[in-house]
């Protein structure tokens, strides 16, 4: 992308097209199914703190996260398939800053074209509403475990250990309601361009440093940074 927007000669071959297409939306997915295993994993720890060894078990995340990828090359193969099986035909100029369905099938012709549209929709709001309602009923389990937790303190360390994972899911399923949910009007592919944009650089952007700001260390090394930066006399 970062090589597209600096050349003067955009253009991308058919083949480099599909597979810009199946990595995009293998890694959209596998983040999405990622995102549901680590609420689990919040759920296990809290709901069941003296079996969270057996449930997950260096081999047991090592198989979830392999599945996450499994399910996500599938959807990548999936949506990549039915989009590229159609007939393209007149202008090949797509507007859009990568190779993303709603432009392509814009540029699809043929009787099929509608239903492909619809079924590969269909397929990526249910991925998506599937992980959410898990993801929805892990913390639905968690908020009533914590709620039994007498302590002030031991409730606030409880919430403070989802803090971040619930934050990265708000940032990712926001972003990809509004580009999968929204109503598609005549004039909305330019704001489709610029939420795609936003959704594909902010979201992978913005998740390590969100994970990463429960790292103790690092807080450390940001403040003492960011103290020297205001007061430099005083090194």
């Keep these: 992308m970062l090589a597209d927007l600096l050349s003067t000669h955009r253009s991308i071959a058919f083949l480099a097209c599909a597979s810009q297409m199946f990595f995009s939306f293998t890694f959209g997915f596998t983040h ?19 079996r ?13 996260v392999g ?7 599938v959807m990548g193969m999936v949506v990549t398939t039915a989009i590229f099986h159609l007939t393209f035909c007149g202008p090949n100029k797509i507007h859009h800053f990568a190779c993303h369905v709603p432009p392509l099938l ?25 992980c959410c309602v898990l993801i929805l009923l892990s913390y639905a389990f968690i908020v009533a475990a914590i709620l039994k937790i007498p302590s002030a303190e031991g409730r606030h360390k409880a919430f403070s250990t989802c803090a971040s994972h619930l934050t990265v899911v708000v940032v990712h399923y926001g972003f990809a ?5 929204k109503p598609k009007g005549p004039q909305s592919m330019e704001g489709d361009t610029l939420m795609g944009i936003t959704y594909t650089v ?9 994970f990463s ?11 003492k940074t960011f103290f020297n930066k205001l007061s430099p006399e005083k090194m």
């Design 32 to 50: 999405s199914f990622l995102l549901t295993v680590m609420g689990y994993d919040r759920y296990v720890a809290i709901c069941h703190p003296l």
């Design 52 to 64: 969270y060894n057996v449930l997950m078990s260096p081999r047991g995340c090592a198989c979830l």
């Design 67 to 73: 599945w996450s990828w499994a399910g996500g090359a």
């Design 106 to 130: 814009k540029l699809a012709c043929g009787d099929d074209v509608p239903v492909v549209a619809k079924g590969v929709g269909l397929v990526c709001i249910t991925a998506l509403l599937g």
């Design 177 to 181: 309601s509004v580009i999968y949910l």
């Design 202 to 210: 902010l979201t992978p952007f913005l998740s390590p440093i969100i």
């Design 213 to 223: 700001l429960r790292n103790k260390e690092l807080k450390n090394a940001i403040k």
